[in-house]
């Protein structure tokens, strides 16, 4: 990468030493590849990849509103790359692991509904019924099964 700084070839070397640094579980170090590709090269098309990468490597490192902010701006200003999906799952995961459902919910819904997610779909799927079973316990619980829902009036 340093070799042939500038050029397409080197720019691709960054970001492919930037995802061995994180396989290898060196996340502040592909944090910070990932981080430079993005300055080095910030109207590559594969930049959005960079931000997602910088992002699952603050999440690997606890950093997860970091990494929510890092996903957040793939899935808003990046929302036609190929990582835009995972990035939106992602985001997803990271705000039902912060305690925030309620943003977590339409997110992997988004996912859910997107005819090219493939297995991620499924995923979401299960997440957002997870979500849904306890953002809404009184919508479903079976019929004449004991709930804290106030009773509808007539």
Do not use: C
């Not at 397409?8 to 930037?18: I, R, S, V, Y």
């Amino acid at each position: 990468a340093n070799a042939n700084a500038g050029t397409p070839a080197g720019a691709q070397a960054l970001l492919l030493g930037a995802s061995s640094l994180f396989t290898a579980g060196k996340y502040p170090e592909a944090q910070a590849a990932f981080e430079r590709f993005q300055k080095e090269n910030s109207g590559d098309v594969m930049v959005a990849q960079a931000i997602y990468g910088a992002g699952t490597a603050l999440a690997a490192q606890g950093k997860l509103d970091d990494a929510a902010r890092a996903y957040k701006q793939v899935v808003d200003q990046h929302s036609k790359s190929v990582v835009a999906k995972q990035a939106k799952f992602a985001l997803a995961n990271a705000y039902e692991t912060q305690g925030k459902p309620e943003l977590a919910l339409p997110l992997y819904q988004d996912v859910m509904l997107d005819g090219m997610a493939g297995s991620l779909a499924n995923e979401a799927s299960q997440r957002a019924e997870v979500l849904q079973a306890k953002l809404l316990p009184s919508l479903t619980a079976p019929a004449g099964e004991a709930t804290n829902a106030v009773p509808a009036k007539p």
